[in-house]
């Protein structure tokens, strides 16, 4: 995916950090009074059409393009081995970012051991939709400033703006403005984020295009153009759309038991389509959980392969949100009549 975010200097990865939980308390402060200083009556007319960067657009129509073709060869020439070896593809890009740069780096939903990190940091590059560090960059002020001019996918500006038309526009100020003072010191210092930062364009070569064109004709005869077509191409695009679903969809259809009040909804199809990640009315209440819904390994496959992964010791220290803490929040903000699970129902 062509770079949105503005490109911020990373240093080697220190020990310790050494900025004290007071001065990031004052320096949130000082960016949310800037953000609402910050807005004109100029930025409140701020239209994404006039800021349109045509190069995107060219590369996301022929992206699409592209895809059709993938699937016309899918039907008609390629092997059903390649399209199986897509299909694990494209979920394998996905948990790079579901248990990666969303529920692991941008959240801190959970720890990950080095091995897991590193194999985390490989499906992400598998992904192609920017690197750890901008990702986390972004979702981060996405949930700061939710349906705001500071809200990279702002939903309010309708639903292909919130899942395709932000990347094909230049950047409000006022991302621009937080997204280069947003904290990321707690993860500028792990070596993984800070190395696939620095390789990002030739680990993406390797392992979103070299790999995945090379293996099915190595290991089963596909020929190179199949393989590139189906298993990078109409692989990758359906990866997009299904994650841009989370900013459209997931903050536009669904039900809102937690939190009537947000745009974010539980959204089953979401969910379906990206390993668990549609049940977005809990995530942004809970943002901190790392099981994203209140349903345990209901239509959530990312929860259940990290708990797979616990049992190696690979990922833990999981954060969850009680039946105490949901019960209290749906008093307050949700909707009545919804039955709180006691206990995760796993399937």
């Known amino acids: 995916m062509p770079p949105q975010s503005t490109s911020t200097k990373i240093d080697a990865p220190q020990v310790e950090v050494s900025e004290s939980r007071v001065g990031v308390t004052q320096r949130k402060v000082a960016n ?48 059903w081995k390649t399209f199986v070896f897509a299909f694990f593809t494209y979920k394998l890009s996905l948990f790079g970012i579901t ?36 990702w986390a960059r972004d979702h981060r002020v996405h949930h700061k400033f939710t349906e705001t001019n500071a809200d990279p996918v702002n939903s309010k500006r309708g639903f292909f703006f919130s899942h395709v038309g932000w990347l094909c526009c230049k950047k409000h100020p006022d991302v621009k403005l937080i997204g280069g003072k947003v904290d990321m010191s707690d993860i500028l210092n792990d070596p993984v984020v800070y190395y696939q930062k620095k390789y990002y364009v030739p680990s993406v070569i390797v392992c979103f295009a070299l790999l995945p064109t090379v293996i099915p004709w190595y290991y089963w005869g596909e020929s190179l153009w199949n393989a590139y077509w189906v298993a990078v191409i109409l692989r990758y695009c359906f990866a997009l759309n299904a994650t ?76 969850q949100a009680t039946p105490e803490m949901i019960k209290a929040r749906i008093a307050r903000t949700g909707k009545s009549g919804h039955e709180v699970v006691e206990e995760h129902e796993y399937m």
């Not at 190069?55 to 059709?68: D, E, P, Q, R, S």
């Open 32 to 79: 949310v009074k800037e953000v609402e200083s910050s807005t004109t009556e100029t930025a409140k007319e701020w239209n994404p059409m006039e800021h349109i960067l045509w190069m995107n657009v060219f590369w996301f129509t022929i992206l699409h393009v592209g895809a059709v073709y993938g699937t016309y060869l899918t039907i008609f020439s390629a092997s």
């Open 99 to 134: 248990a990666g740069v969303h529920r692991l780096w941008s959240h801190r939903a959970y720890k990950a051991r080095l091995p897991l990190r590193i194999f985390l940091a490989f499906c992400n590059s598998v992904s192609y939709q920017n690197s750890i560090y901008e």
């Open 244 to 319: 841009w679903l989370v900013n459209s969809a997931a903050h536009m259809y669904g039900d809102r038991p937690y939190d009537k009040n947000i745009a974010p909804a539980e959204n089953i199809t979401v969910s379906a389509l990206t390993l668990g990640e549609g049940y977005h009315n809990f995530h942004h209440t809970f943002p901190f959980d790392y099981t994203t819904s209140e349903w345990g390994y209901r239509i959530n496959i990312t929860t259940a392969i990290l708990d797979f992964f616990s049992l190696f010791g690979l990922a833990y220290g999981f954060r």
